[in-house]
């Protein structure tokens, strides 16, 4: 129970901070119960009465009554925080109590009798240490006014409660001393009867003043025995010294006394000498425990200042703005980033009311807004952000951007505080402006000059175009009159004159080459290649019926070519140039021999379709790679690295315009593919291509091709 009238709680009950004790509380109240309720019934059943006459210290009734209702008490409010009826029924049996301890008093004062002693069971007149039958001695009407008027005093929240408990304990101590030590005076007085007291009252009244201490724990005795500091660890660890030691010393030394150890002055030393050495000895141990604790703590609170004063120094150096107001809203601390920064028209900044000085800053509407964040969190804990606050200033021109934030502190008086962080981003975002107004200019003038780029190249294209396609008039001309030259002078020409003539026909023709495969080759480039379904397989076929050239080779093209996402008419100019090298170029005297296949292989290059979306393809990480081998006479390793450039050609005869595969290699690339070459320059060469498969379940493509799929990687050639 908390005595404090200002705590937290409804009025009247007893606080949380009842909770840790609650268990020595309801034990108290159960030893009362227990106690009083034994006595009861020995007086209801006449034992108590026989215990009287044969001499003997017996509770009296209302004692027995007074101690049951006291434990009641206790019990209904030691357990979870109690509610109106429970709290009623404290106060109702703690009225009683006082009641009884009051009437009791009041017959030892006045001398009269109430006839309350012998409402519940009557006791013979000449009961020991008894001042009038069944009457309750001075001693135990004491204790049970006092609890009465400490248990009320603890549910109206006084302060002054818990010490009644500790009354209640000290006043029963010197009859528990009189049975301890068998001294009847300090229990059975027979010449002040009035003063006589049971020993089961004193430890059931003993038990209940300590359940009414333990009740009150932030104020009174069990405060400071719960103190988290050097005094309340002192007192925790010299008051069960304190009360024991002389308790334990003086029962061994009555006790050595009686069996005839020693006599009175040398029982009395002894006692004294130990009493000595255990307090000195615990004085020692105390002392030592406290300097180490002082040692402790001062080491703890130079750590606790240098930690303050780094953080102080790391905040003051912080490039962010910060500072820190109390709980009335005032500015208590403020870094230097923030006193030349958002607030160096505030003059005497520190001490100032927040609101106030939000004021001078911002507009009323703005400086409301901000200082009721703040507000809010310093009542709620909750913390608040706010990454676009851009406002206009009152005391400087232009609009103002930060970005803040406010969290509720505990500053070093124990009260809640706000601290803000914030990060003056005007000069970002005037830069983030200027570099999207440049961003979107550069996006013009690229887009401009892109265009204007375009136009040029299609101007360029018509022009190359038409120059190729015109070229081959005076080429056909010049072909021509010598052909006719020749025909004309037939066997009277002179043999150089029909050497140079057949020059000039075979450089008209080679030139006429050359023009075709621009042409082609611009074509290719200039085109649309539109991808769908390929069957390789009848295209390759249809090829060989349609191509005379390929006559008279040896073409094996193997079965099942899955179909792959390709043009038609551009893999036709790539096989035909593939197939048509393969045929030209054969040893002396030996017939061309030329294999197609193909392979299902893992795209580790990770090549994909410019068409993903293309139909049949979803880039499942499959690619076909179709392979066109011949037993010529090879590629020079050399000539490998640049054989897919344009003019790139060999020293053979044979060798064309060097056109050809620069072709294919453009094509196939522009239907997402790849293409390459091994050769060892002596054993044939083997050229390949990659290409989407149309099938995207790479095993149904497997099986198609009759094939295992297989993981390589080729560089391109």
């Not at 498969?693 to 493509?701: I, M, N």
Request: with cysteine; proline share 5%.
């Amino acid at each position: 129970m908390n005595p404090n009238p200002r705590a937290k709680g409804t009025s009247g009950s007893p606080p949380n901070s009842i909770r840790p004790l609650s268990w020595v509380i309801v034990l108290a109240g159960v030893t009362g119960m227990a106690m009083g309720g034994y006595w009861l019934v020995a007086w209801l059943s006449g034992a108590a009465t026989t215990r009287g006459e044969a001499g003997i210290l017996t509770m009296k009734t209302n004692m027995a009554l007074g101690q049951m209702l006291a434990g009641a008490a206790l019990v209904a409010v030691g357990f979870a925080e109690p509610g109106k009826v429970r709290r009623r029924v404290g106060v109702a049996t703690a009225s009683l109590v006082l009641l009884i301890g009051v009437l009791t008093l009041s017959e030892h004062l006045f001398g009269y009798d109430m006839g309350i002693d012998q409402l519940l069971a009557r006791e013979a007149p000449g009961a020991p240490a008894t001042a009038s039958p069944n009457r309750i001695g001075v001693p135990g009407s004491a204790s049970l006014f006092i609890f009465g008027a400490g248990f009320l005093g603890l549910v109206w929240r006084q302060r002054w409660a818990g010490y009644m408990g500790v009354a209640m304990c000290f006043i029963n101590i010197v009859p528990l001393v009189g049975f301890l030590y068998t001294i009847e005076e300090f229990y059975g007085q027979p010449r002040v009867p009035s003063m006589g007291i049971a020993w089961p009252s004193v430890v059931a009244l003993i038990c209940l003043g300590l359940g009414l201490a333990s009740a009150q724990v932030e104020s009174g005795p069990m405060a400071m025995l719960r103190r988290n500091d050097a005094g309340g660890a002192l007192l925790r660890g010299l008051l069960p010294a304190v009360i024991l030691v002389p308790l334990v010393l003086g029962f061994l030394r009555v006790r050595g006394q009686r069996w005839g150890w020693y006599d009175t002055e040398a029982g009395t030393g002894i006692m004294i000498l130990a009493l000595i050495a255990i307090f000195m000895g615990l004085l020692w141990h105390s002392a030592l425990q406290l300097s180490q604790s002082a040692l402790a703590q001062g080491r703890a609170e130079a750590e606790r200042r240098r930690s303050e004063q780094t953080l102080l120094q790391l905040v003051e150096r912080s490039p962010f703005g910060t500072y820190l107001v109390d709980g009335r809203l005032r500015i208590t601390q403020m870094n230097a980033s923030s006193q030349t920064g958002a607030f160096r028209n505030v003059t005497s900044v520190i001490g100032r009311p927040l609101e106030e000085a939000l004021r001078i800053l911002w507009p009323e509407a703005v400086a409301l807004e901000v200082a009721g964040r703040f507000r809010h969190t310093l009542e709620s804990g909750e913390p608040f952000y706010s990454r676009d606050f851009v406002r206009p200033r009152s005391d400087v021109e232009g609009i103002q951007a930060y970005e803040w934030e406010v969290h509720r502190v505990t500053l070093t008086d124990g009260q809640h505080g706000v601290v803000c962080y914030y990060y003056d981003s005007t000069k970002l975002r005037e830069a983030e402006a200027v570099l999207k107004r440049s961003n979107e200019q550069l996006e013009q003038l690229v887009a401009e000059r892109t265009a204007k780029l375009q136009e040029m190249v299609g101007e360029l294209e018509h022009f190359s175009y038409t120059i190729t396609h015109d070229m081959r008039a005076p080429l056909r001309a010049m072909r021509s009159y010598a052909e006719i030259m020749t025909d004309s002078r037939g066997d009277c020409a002179a043999t150089d004159e029909r050497d140079f003539l057949g020059r000039i026909i075979t450089a008209a023709d080679r030139m006429d080459m050359i023009i075709r495969d621009a042409l082609t080759f611009s074509k290719a480039v200039k085109d649309e290649l539109p991808l769908m379904p390929v069957d390789l397989g009848k295209l390759l076929r249809g090829m060989l019926d349609t191509y005379p050239e390929l006559d008279g080779a040896a073409i094996r093209i193997e079965s099942a070519i899955p179909p792959v996402m390709g043009n038609e008419a551009g893999l036709t100019q790539c096989f035909s140039n593939l197939l048509g090298n393969a045929v030209k170029f054969v040893r002396s005297g030996r017939k061309a021999e030329v294999r197609v296949s193909s392979e299902l292989v893992q795209n580790l290059s990770k090549i994909q379709s410019p068409t993903p979306k293309a139909q049949g393809h979803n880039g499942d990480g499959h690619i076909v790679r179709i392979w066109v081998e011949d037993k010529g006479p090879g590629i020079p390793k050399e000539l490998l690295p640049r054989l897919f450039e344009m003019f790139s050609r060999g020293s053979s005869p044979q060798a064309g315009t060097g056109m050809g595969l620069a072709l294919v290699r453009k094509v196939v690339e522009r239907m997402g593919g790849r293409v390459g070459v091994e050769s060892d320059g002596e054993n044939g060469s083997r050229f390949w291509l990659e290409l989407q498969p149309v099938d995207t379940d790479a095993e149904s493509c497997a099986i198609m091709a009759g094939q295992t799929i297989s993981s390589c990687d080729h560089a391109q050639t």
